[in-house]
């Protein structure tokens, strides 16, 4: 079975700074997909980046970039010049495509962005 | 595309009665996922369908519990008889092969 750990329950940020959150999976499989979503306080789930383990370029949205490695089964989140708006819960989530879309979700990392 | 849709979004009922989820997928979307989310147990899988099909349902919580998939564009979940610790925000999601999931906005239930 698949297990996607997040270590880091709560995090802070100053405004503008960057910040990197966690996540370790733990699979047997060698095709997958990794993602990143994020829950604001109105609790909409919101997929902000994807990840393909079959490339090695790391995927970018915007100020969200990911550090995927995928020997050490590690794919931290990174927020550059954070926002106020990305006070949220994140979760990480892991998919092997070879078990009909089932998602794994971490437990999560409570941002706060400090003003 | 108006995204997964929900109904109620918010549902507030007594103890025995019963309740019902409605969730619109995105379209072209050929997986759902029904999920439940409290402070105390996080975000736990009930259940989810490919191609209209329960694929694994070991996540419903017990017999009260049920849900259905009669098409590709409809899915319901109902539970029968209502308990107070049933309240939770209950998300419908769905995805198509490697997309990701998205999610409906959740409909907040409460059992009084």
């Known amino acids: 079975a698949q297990t996607v750990t997040q270590s880091q329950p709560e995090m802070s940020v100053q405004e503008a700074e960057t910040v990197t959150l966690s996540c370790t999976y733990d699979t047997s499989e060698s095709n997958y997909y990794l993602f990143w979503y994020k829950q604001p306080p109105s609790r909409q789930m919101i997929l902000v980046i994807r990840q393909e383990a079959y490339k090695q370029q790391n995927a970018t949205e915007n100020r969200f970039s990911v550090n995927f490695q995928k020997a050490a089964k590690s794919f931290s989140l990174k927020i550059s010049d954070s926002q106020l708006g990305d006070t949220a819960m994140y979760f990480c989530?892991?998919?092997?495509?070879?078990?009909?879309?089932?998602?794994?979700f971490g437990t999560g990392t409570s941002l706060t962005v400090i003003p | 595309d108006a995204g997964v849709i929900q109904s109620p979004r918010h549902e507030v009922t007594e103890m025995g009665q019963e309740v019902t989820l409605r969730c619109k997928p995105i379209s072209g979307h050929n997986s759902l996922f029904w999920y439940r989310q409290t402070m105390m147990r996080g975000l736990e899988l009930l259940i989810y369908f490919n191609n209209n099909v329960p694929i694994d349902d070991s996540g419903m919580p017990e017999d009260r519990f049920s849900a259905k998939m009669p098409n590709a564009s409809f899915s319901t979940l109902k539970i029968q008889p209502s308990e107070p610790r049933d309240s939770a925000v209950y998300f419908c999601?769905?995805?198509?092969?490697?997309?990701?999931?998205?999610f409906g906005p959740g409909t907040r239930l409460t059992v009084t």
């Open positions: 999601a769905s995805s198509s092969y490697s997309s990701g999931q998205y």
């Open positions: 989530a892991f998919m092997n495509p070879n078990t009909g879309n089932q998602f794994y």
